[in-house]
C-alpha cells in the first residue's frame, strides 16, 4: 500500500524551511555590462561544514509520474544546489526531519528556469527530471568524510500530479 503526495507548483514561500529557490523573479539587484545584463545577486546560500563548494554536472535519466518515492537522502555537511542546464521543468521531492529520518514528503514541479538549492542536512529525493536531457550543474561540498545519509520507507508514497 503506497501514499499519495500531490505536487504542488514550486514557490520560494512554500519551499522555506528546506532551501532556496533560484530563479530570476522580480527586478535584478544590479544591471551591468553595458546594460545588457541583469545580475540576480546570492541567490542561495552555500554551506559548507569542511572542504570546499564545487560544481559538477549530473545527467540523469528522465522519469515518469506517478514516481514511487521509496528512499529520501540528505548531505548533513553542506547544502546542494540543482541547476538544470535546460529550460525543462524537474521534480523536486523534500521532507522535515522526524527524530532522524524523513516526515511527511512535500512535492514540487519547478517552472523552466526555475533551480533549487537544499539547505544542509535537508531530507531530499534524488534528482528527478522529467524530460531529456537532464543535465545539471550541482553545487555542493567537496571533501573527505561521510556527508550521505539515506532512508528507506517501508511504504512507499507515490508522488503524483493531479492539477
Not at 499519495?4 to 532551501?19: N, S, W, Y
Not at 552555500?46 to 528522465?62: H, N, R
Not at 524537474?90 to 514540487?108: I, N, R, S, T, Y
Request: some cysteine.
Amino acid at each position: 500500500m503506497s501514499r499519495v503526495v500531490e505536487i504542488r507548483p514550486l514557490t520560494a514561500q512554500a519551499f522555506a524551511p528546506f532551501g532556496d529557490v533560484l530563479d530570476v523573479s522580480g527586478p535584478p539587484d544590479k544591471i551591468i555590462n553595458q546594460g545588457l545584463c541583469g545580475r540576480y545577486h546570492d541567490r542561495a546560500k552555500i554551506d559548507v561544514t569542511d572542504g570546499k563548494a564545487g560544481i559538477s554536472l549530473f545527467k540523469a535519466e528522465p522519469r515518469n509520474l506517478p514516481l514511487q518515492l521509496d528512499m529520501m537522502e540528505r548531505h548533513p555537511q553542506g547544502s546542494q544546489a540543482f541547476l538544470p542546464m535546460s529550460m525543462d521543468a524537474f521534480l523536486v521531492v523534500v521532507a522535515p526531519d522526524a527524530d532522524g529520518a524523513p516526515g511527511q514528503p512535500h512535492a514540487f514541479l519547478t517552472t523552466p528556469g526555475q533551480g533549487v538549492n537544499y539547505h544542509r542536512g535537508t531530507w531530499h529525493g534524488v534528482l528527478t527530471p522529467l524530460h531529456a536531457p537532464g543535465l545539471f550543474a550541482v553545487v555542493d561540498r567537496i571533501g573527505v568524510g561521510a556527508n550521505l545519509q539515506e532512508h528507506w520507507f517501508e511504504t512507499a508514497y507515490t508522488i503524483t500530479n493531479h492539477q
